[in-house]
């Protein structure tokens, strides 16, 4: 059975750092794409960064998040994380991790996403 737990979220003030977590189990990351998206009150959920292994590892960024989130998965704990540094007001969302069955997750679309997480809070303060 495939589950995803995402955990790490909290309130930070602009320019802070969090570092958010997904524990996986039932599936490797070297099968399954694994991603990070969030969804901010009134807005569409939106991919964030995902993780792909199906052609060598591959990294991938929305343009808002780029040079401030990284994405890194440690498969000895099969858990993935999502390092979020320098955060702005405009990343307070519910955050969630979620697993492409395909092993591709490119574009991050949250419909090509088979699992899912159940979310965890980020708020930053101005």
């Known amino acids: 059975e495939v589950q995803l737990q995402a955990f790490g979220g909290g309130l930070v003030q602009a320019g802070g750092s969090l570092r958010l977590s997904c524990a996986a189990s039932?599936?490797?990351?070297?099968?399954?794409?694994i991603a990070w998206f969030r969804q901010a009150p009134g807005k569409e959920r939106e991919g964030v960064s995902c993780?792909?292994?199906?052609?060598?590892?591959?990294?991938y960024y929305a343009d808002s998040v780029k040079g401030r989130f990284t994405i890194s998965v440690d498969n000895a704990k099969n858990t993935v994380y999502l390092q979020m540094n320098n955060l702005e007001p405009e990343d307070t969302a519910i955050y969630y991790c979620a697993a492409d069955i395909t092993g591709w997750g490119h574009p991050m679309i949250s419909h090509r996403y088979d699992y899912w997480g159940q979310g965890t809070l980020v708020t930053v303060s101005s």
């Open positions: 993780f792909s292994s199906q052609e060598g590892e591959s990294y």
């Open positions: 039932g599936f490797s990351f070297d099968d399954y794409a």
